[in-house]
């Protein structure tokens, strides 16, 4: 085509259109640019997080087990084996009942403790004194309740088998079922439940429940009893009745354990075997306010998930003591 020009400045004249760029190739150009910007902040936003993650997740002391941690507030400890519990046991006496007369001055008959019966379990769990275990000792229920009344301001703390409670009123609720008769284990209870009450201060209150098919208060004792010496020699003496017999049903202990007032400032529940479930929903329902509660599997792992989830309900600590090497 031939071009015209300005006559007088010999330039195409300026009032004649100029071809433009099409649009739409004008728009497929800055979305490729814009694809591009796009492309580049994602890959910056990426690396930045991933940076960020690897820096929170080493910081932390991440790795690949980190789905086996323990729930928050539950201490985990492995106590001393069986073997070296007796290695270090206090000699305790098996008194007569006529020894445990003649320490223990004569009071009024015994009462059965006031513990209301749960229907939804197969086993007896009246705390009766008629329906005491064997061994809890032919002592009358006025003196077992003791001197003291659990009111003493102490401190101190407290520790079993190993496992250190603070505060000045301590619960043992300890297992005399029939397979703590195998192996030394009732030898070791009674030398480490002998050894925990003897080092608590006079300011402490102490109170023991023994489970097997029901449960019984230590000599019928249905109160505080103050850490004195006086109580220190009737609680080893009754400790060193104990013999195991029967099931584990530990529910009623509980209960009795939670009617105690003052509240405890702290439990100790010791088992060597395996428990009905719904004890684990009990003991959280009645333990408001909250109290912690130490448990302790003795030899056996059975009750394992059960002690942990009553640890952690509880704020409390769950430790196992395992038997002896074969």
């Known amino acids: 085509m031939e071009q015209v020009l300005d006559p007088e400045s010999g330039e195409p004249p300026s009032d004649l259109p100029i071809a433009s760029e099409p649009t739409s190739r004008w728009l497929l150009r800055l979305a490729r640019r814009a694809l591009l910007v796009g492309l580049v902040l994602s890959v910056l936003f990426h690396i930045v997080g991933l940076l960020i993650s690897a820096r929170v997740f080493y910081g932390m002391g991440g790795s690949g087990a980190a789905g086996n941690e ?34 223990l001055k004569e009071v009024s008959p015994e009462q059965p403790l006031d513990v209301p019966r749960d229907p939804s379990l197969s086993q007896s769990e009246n705390l009766e004194s008629s329906g005491a275990l064997s061994g809890a000792g032919n002592v009358s229920a006025g003196e077992a309740m003791g001197d003291g009344l659990g009111l003493g301001g102490g401190g101190g703390g407290a520790s079993f088998f190993g ?4 505060g000045s009123r301590f619960v043992f609720i300890v297992d005399v079922s029939g397979s703590m008769g195998v192996g030394g284990k009732i030898e070791a209870l009674k030398s480490q439940l002998t050894r925990s009450i003897q080092n608590l201060i006079e300011t402490s209150t102490f109170a023991v429940f023994t489970f097997s098919d029901d449960a019984a208060p230590l000599g019928n004792a249905r109160d505080w009893s103050q850490a004195i010496e ?16 029967g099931g584990t049903v530990p529910i009623n202990a509980f209960r009795a354990a939670f009617r105690l007032r003052p509240r405890p400032d702290a439990i100790y529940f010791m088992t060597d075997g395996e428990f009905d479930p719904s004890v684990a929903d009990e003991i959280a329902r009645l333990n408001s306010p909250r109290i912690p509660i130490h448990c302790i599997a ?10 942990r989830r009553i640890a952690t309900q509880s704020k409390g600590t769950y430790t196992f003591i395992p038997g002896a090497r074969p």
Request: proline share 9%; glycine share 8%; net charge negative.
């Open 230 to 245: 006086e109580r220190k020699r009737w609680a080893r003496k009754i400790i060193g009745s104990l013999n195991p017999n």
């Open 163 to 166: 496992v250190e409670a603070s």
């Open 70 to 103: 323990e729930p928050p507030g539950l201490a985990l400890t492995r106590g001393p084996e069986l073997s070296d519990l007796m290695s270090g046991s206090i000699e305790v006496a098996s008194p007569s009942s006529g020894d445990l007369a003649a320490e």
């Open 298 to 307: 003795f030899t056996s792992p059975e009750s394992e998930a059960q002690m």
